[in-house]
């Protein structure tokens, strides 16, 4: 197997993606974030003191998901023309399973866009919240799908860590 983040003197580099072919990749990610019921009620209620979880964490997601390769040193910066983000209340678990989709057309994919924004939406509802539950626990951020590039597509069923 041939390591492709090394150069000649075993030092990392970024993977040169210029002989690629230019294609529509899209990803898609998610994630969960576990609380108290009395948190998810306040979230779902939209009575948390720092404002309407869902909306800012929608927004956090999107520019998480713009600001990748700033963040994930080997990461290309990629054209990003599409970033989505879908929250689920699973009141069973007490928890929100939150979903990113990103679309690029470009030289390499988007899988860790949509798995940035899955992580900083996640990571924005726990920081909305923390004052009241900082028991909250973020799981099983995962790639759920991919499609587009050389490897082609990838599809995932999800893991719910709830019927394990």
């Not at 099983?140 to 991919?146: G, V």
Request: charged share 30%.
């Amino acid at each position: 197997m041939e390591f492709t983040h090394f150069n000649e003197q075993g030092r990392a580099k970024m993977v040169d993606v210029s002989e690629k072919d230019v294609s529509f990749r899209e990803a898609k990610a998610c994630g969960y974030v576990y609380m108290s019921q009395e948190t998810l009620k306040m979230v779902v209620e939209g009575k948390m003191k720092k404002g309407d979880v869902l909306a800012v964490a929608q927004v956090a997601g999107i520019m998480g998901a713009k600001e990748t390769s700033r963040l994930i040193p080997m990461c290309h910066n990629i054209p990003l023309t599409g970033v989505d983000i879908y929250f689920e209340i699973i009141e069973r678990e007490n928890a929100i399973r939150v979903e990113a989709r990103a679309k690029s057309i470009g030289r390499t994919g988007a899988e860790m866009e949509a798995l940035t924004a899955v992580s900083i939406a996640c990571l924005t509802i726990y920081d909305m919240c923390k004052a009241v539950d900082k028991g909250m626990v973020i799981k099983n951020i995962q790639l759920l799908e991919k499609s587009g590039g050389k490897t082609g597509n990838f599809i995932r069923e999800e893991e719910k860590p709830w019927e394990k």
